[in-house]
């Protein structure tokens, strides 16, 4: 995804990073140049909040258990690849 403006960090990238600066496991500078980008970019910041949203609705569904590290693992990695995917192909219209 991009939204075709420049910015010190692409959108690609902010993207990438939006589950490790919602679990808050960026460092400073990572966090900072998130940030930035997503003040600056709109397309983004929508797609920010949707995360945002699942992360929040999942949170909610399974506050009271726990899923084992493997299983959290797979489906991480499930949700990484369809995003990859995603992203590569663009939404279908």
Sequence with gaps: MSCGNPHATDCVEVLELVYGFLDGELDDADRARIVQHLDECSPCLRQY?????????????????????????????????????????????
């Design 49 to 93: 909040g949707l995360e945002q949203a699942v992360k929040s609705l999942v949170h909610r569904s399974c506050a009271c258990e726990q899923a084992p590290d493997r299983l959290r693992i797979q489906i991480v990695t499930r949700i990484r690849q369809i995003s990859i995917t995603y992203r590569s192909s663009g939404p279908a219209d």
